[in-house]
């Protein structure tokens, strides 16, 4: 079974998402796991006023996992921050999270935490942060061909306005 998510709820979901973050971390740099944590990365880079670096790691083709491939490196200059926010779409088996973290392990002086909007409830690897536990298959809203094309639009548009809206609750 899927579930579709749409644009607002969407964009709702990364507001709640970093003020989650933001009652128990202070991260001064954000790194975005591409490709489905693009636009949470975006979103709470900009929420925090701080940088975002990405890494591409990917582990499915169409809706099958398979084995997992880092296409890049962490970029070295996540070493000048003290406090980084991973951020992913979503942890499903927890296997991109763990090679990640695996990665990560080369910076020692820096206090990682992970922070996705779901989460399945079968995964080994849980973010410290999440906005929902679902065992459904999610669509994203720029995972549609023409929504997605929309959605790139409606963030650009409102990204600043859900932001305003969430750092004033």
Do not use: C
Not at 12 to 34: C, F, H, Q, R, T
Not at 65 to 79: A, L, N, R, T
Not at 97 to 116: C, G, H, M, Q, R
Not at 119 to 128: F, Y
């Amino acid at each position: 079974m899927k579930r579709y998510i749409g644009a607002r709820e969407y964009m709702n979901m990364l507001g709640k998402l970093s003020k989650k973050i933001e009652s128990e971390y202070k991260p001064d740099a954000v790194l975005g796991i591409l490709r489905g944590g693009k636009y949470p990365a975006m979103f709470v880079s900009k929420y925090f006023g701080v940088p975002e670096f990405d890494i591409r790691v990917s582990s499915y083709s169409g809706m099958k996992q398979g084995s997992i491939v880092v296409h890049g490196k962490i970029p070295d200059e996540i070493k000048k921050y003290r406090n980084v926010i991973v951020i992913d779409d979503l942890v499903d088996s927890g296997r991109t999270i763990k090679e990640v973290k695996n990665l990560l392990e080369k910076y020692p002086s820096v206090n990682f935490k992970v922070a996705t909007i779901f989460m399945k409830p079968t995964t080994s690897e849980r973010p410290d942060f999440y906005v929902e536990v679902d065992s459904k298959w999610i669509v994203f809203p720029y995972e549609v061909s023409f929504i997605g094309a929309l959605f790139k639009f409606y963030f650009t548009m409102n990204e600043d306005k859900y932001i305003d809206k969430f750092k004033k609750q």
